[in-house]
């Protein structure tokens, strides 16, 4: 037995934050952020990630056609999820009114939608579960720091689901390769987003996401390039069997680049990282989802996921795509109407971190 994706989900909040709207706040330029990262805007959330992720889900179900008392696991990819206890899957389970799911999150940073697909089809292959809601969901501007130009242009909020059904043999997931190198945690961090440390001694510097971005972006083409490989290989394919490469977009020279590396031509790879930024665990779901809005996925079509962050963290995994390419039915599922500015929202960033970098 395998597991294939039978419904897909995506729910992106609407307030839009421009390239030019950050010249405001920080010393940059709409040049710079396009020209180094491919980034023209992202989505800010007036809302929680439970609440982009549920809206994502309920589309997700609607798509493979199923309803809520199916789903047996749900499994959240998130790094900036509403609350560690309870967990951002145990509100996403009540709001989603998932009563006979199992719910857990899943944090591997940006990798973190990989990590799920691996783990979610291989409950299904071991026989555990039938119907697996696995949302990446994110609200990372919580952890923007607006006097930081090197790391507040690059990152969005948002959220993508997949349901996890399952399939016969040599359709769906059919190979992975999953790696961690915690030894370079450090480059890549909140350096106090958990217990660590003494309470109540929280400087804002560090509660905002901080990176030395060369070493990321140097590590980040090596390994999506050396993992994808690896999970092709143990899929029995080649290289020039992959359809569509669905990678990880954290800024579109990563993504040529890795392309460049696997020899993969830029017509075979799938690239929004204009709209939205970099929406870590919420990428890959979203852009799924986009490329088969787009008809970019045919019956069949080999499908390569790949994806590197916090961690640092890598996962590539190959699928086989089954017969159906459109939706079963679709949700009304919406996002409460947006009652404040995008700049309204930043406000609370401006007033904790500051405004304008040295
Ligand atoms: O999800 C996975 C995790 N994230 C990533 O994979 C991101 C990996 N890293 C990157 O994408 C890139 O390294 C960045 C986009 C973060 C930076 O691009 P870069 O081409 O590596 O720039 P840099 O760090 O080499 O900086 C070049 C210059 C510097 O100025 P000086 O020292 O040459 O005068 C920076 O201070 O660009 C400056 N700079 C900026 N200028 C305007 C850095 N950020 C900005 C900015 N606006 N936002």
């Known amino acids: 037995m395998n597991a294939e994706i039978t419904g897909w989900g995506k729910c992106m909040p609407p307030n839009v934050l421009t390239n030019s709207d950050l010249e405001q706040i920080v010393d940059t330029s709409d040049d710079w952020i396009t020209t180094r990262t491919g980034i023209k805007e992202r989505r800010i959330s007036h809302v929680e990630a439970s609440d982009l992720a549920a809206v994502a889900g309920q589309r997700a179900l609607a798509a493979a056609g199923k309803s809520v008392d199916d789903v047996d696991l ?15 899957a145990s509100r996403v389970q009540d709001k989603m009114g998932l009563t006979n799911a199992a719910a857990m999150d899943l944090n591997a940073a940006c990798s973190g939608f990989v990590y799920g697909l691996v783990t979610g089809a291989n409950m299904i292959r071991g026989g555990t579960n039938k119907t697996v809601l696995l949302i990446g969901t994110e609200k990372l501007h919580y952890l923007m720091n607006t006097t930081d130009r090197t790391t507040c242009v690059l990152f969005g909020d948002g959220a993508g689901a997949v349901v996890l059904e399952p399939s016969e043999e040599g ?11 915690g030894s370079a945690g450090k480059y890549l961090h909140v350096p106090a987003d958990g217990t660590q440390g003494e309470i109540g001694r929280r400087a804002p510097e560090q509660c905002g996401i901080a990176m030395d971005g060369q070493e990321v972006f140097r590590r ?7 993992s994808s490989l690896l999970a092709i290989q143990k899929s029995g394919l080649d290289l020039e069997d992959v359809d569509i490469l669905i990678p990880h977009q954290a800024n579109v020279r990563i993504i040529d680049a890795t392309a460049r590396r696997l020899g993969v031509d830029s017509a075979r790879v799938f690239v929004n990282i204009q709209s939205y930024g970099n929406t870590s ?13 787009q008809g970019q996925i045919e019956p069949g079509s080999i499908v390569a996921f790949t994806a590197f962050g916090g961690g640092l963290s890598w996962g590539s995994a190959i699928v086989r795509w089954g017969e159906r390419v459109t939706p079963i039915a679709t949700s009304d599922a919406e996002l409460p109407p947006a009652d404040k500015t995008t700049m309204e929202i930043l406000q609370s960033n401006l007033d904790f971190f500051g405004e304008k970098s040295a």
């Open 74 to 88: 749900l499994l959240v990819a998130t790094c900036s999820g509403d609350t560690i206890i309870p967990s951002t």
């Open 171 to 181: 359709i769906g997931l059919l190979g992975s390769d999953l790696g961690m190198d």
């Open 281 to 293: 665990a919420a990428t890959i779901p979203v852009a799924l989802t986009e490329a088969l809005e």
């Open 220 to 226: 980040a083409v090596t390994m999506m390039a050396e």
